[in-house]
């Protein structure tokens, strides 16, 4: 076995996404394909470029279930850059590959099809021995399953939902325990799988997730016979442990603004031989790819606002470093009687270094202020404006001033 092993792992790429894009005028696709592409080839070129042995992707190479032709020729071309350079290349299945209905192609069996050399796809549970420049890697493999690949009719007959989420993470628990008593202990093995563990901080994919979710403990994943677990499908990047190291990647590029604070990137993991102990020593680095940025900027204005564009240029002015290609929300906060000296004109101008910038504004209108709990038939006149006067606590010389006015303006109604 030569060591030391260099892996690659990311996930979660999602083709297809659009949000926020334009549409590009010399290809006529979204700009956002070209931004997650992008952030691909990042991957491909440090491959090439860092002697790596084999590469992890841990699901979701599109964001629908059917993608189109150009977005499965261009994730086939940054592939193929790495078969044709001798690089292995695990594909898992996650939830975004699999068909509309069973029997149908998933969106990365075209590579199984045509034999690919060096790219394995992987769409049911299993354990893979592949070889890489510098030795065996096992990959034991938990592709996203449907519920009905993982119980039949009859197990979930009469079962309320949690009962079948429990039956559905035993399944799970004992696919796992299947595959370690596989495995060879004298080889380096791996955990890829596209699933959702308990305990996980979830972002993008909560508006994503396509039918229904199963999870598994993170005791189930974290098992002493891995040395990595590679996870894919919750897209903000996060350590679970750190013994074994068990890893979501994250998405790879930036997908909505659930992502603003979360750096996109991928996992380099080496692998060393400790000597003649047998034992395995196992790091991991965290790589950005310094993708599209989601920028959020606040302005909230009141009605002592002389010209409420001065707090809005301010706000937008102390985040300008950050502005230039950015993916920009404007969220302003401005009262109804002053909505209209919000110019929107300007607020372009200040936005103009900005990739694509919304604005969404709120208007608040003024609640008039409740008489305590009275009764309005209840109420005199003259009551009704000193309970007034007071809620706006006016000075007690003008609160007077005013009653008297109001007294006698009353008086001469009932005359």
């Not at 659009?18 to 010399?26: D, L, R, T």
């Not at 199963?214 to 002493?224: E, K, Q, R």
């Not at 008039?368 to 000193?386: F, M």
Request: proline share 4%; net charge negative.
């Amino acid at each position: 076995m030569g060591y030391p092993l260099k892996i690659l792992h990311f996930a979660d790429l999602h083709l297809g996404v659009e949000s926020y894009g334009h549409i590009n005028p010399a290809t006529g696709l979204s700009t956002r394909l070209d931004d997650i592409l992008s952030a691909l080839d990042k991957v491909v070129d440090y491959a090439l470029n860092n002697d790596i042995d084999l590469i992890l992707f841990c699901g979701d190479a599109y964001r629908n279930r059917e993608p189109s032709q150009t977005q499965q020729r261009e994730f086939a071309r940054r592939i193929n850059r790495l078969s044709g350079n001798g690089i292995p290349t695990f594909l898992l299945i996650g939830n975004h590959d699999l068909p509309n209905a069973i029997g149908k192609a998933t969106s990365t069996e075209i590579f199984d099809t045509l034999d690919v050399k060096d790219v394995y796809v992987s769409s049911r549970p299993e354990v893979y021995s592949i070889s890489t420049k510098h030795g065996i890697v096992q990959i034991a493999s938990l592709p996203w399953l449907r519920r009905s690949g993982l119980l039949s009719k009859e197990e979930t007959k009469n079962l309320n939902f949690e009962q079948i989420n429990q039956r559905m993470q035993d399944t799970l628990t004992n696919i796992l325990a299947s595959h370690t008593a596989r495995l060879d202990t004298g080889l380096p093995a791996i955990l890829a799988a596209h699933v959702w563990v308990v305990g996980a901080t979830i972002g993008t994919e909560k508006m994503m997730t396509i039918g229904q979710e199963h999870t598994l403990l993170l005791s189930n994943v974290a098992n002493p016979a891995f040395d990595y677990v590679a996870l894919g499908h919750i897209h903000k990047r996060q350590v679970l442990t750190q013994n074994p190291p068990v890893v979501y990647a994250g998405s790879l590029e930036g997908l909505d603004f659930s992502d603003e604070d979360d750096e996109k990137g991928f996992y380099v993991i080496d692998i060393e031989s400790e000597g003649k102990t047998g034992k395995r020593r196992v790091t991991f680095d965290f790589h950005p790819t310094n993708g599209r940025q989601f920028l959020t900027i606040s302005a909230t204005i009141t009605t002592q606002d002389a010209d409420p564009m001065t707090s809005i240029l301010a706000a937008i002015s102390e985040k300008k470093d950050r502005i230039e290609g950015a993916i920009v929300r404007l969220q302003l906060t401005v009262p109804a009687e002053i909505e209209g000296m919000v110019r929107d004109n300007e607020i372009r101008n200040a936005l103009k270094d900005a990739y694509y910038f919304t604005v969404a504004k709120e208007v608040k209108r003024e609640t008039r202020p409740r008489l305590g709990n009275w009764i309005a038939a209840e109420v005199t006149p003259l009551d009704a404006l000193k309970a007034y006067l007071e809620q706006k606590k006016t000075s007690p010389e003008r609160a007077k001033e005013l009653t008297d006015y109001g007294r006698g303006i009353i008086e001469e109604s009932q005359d």
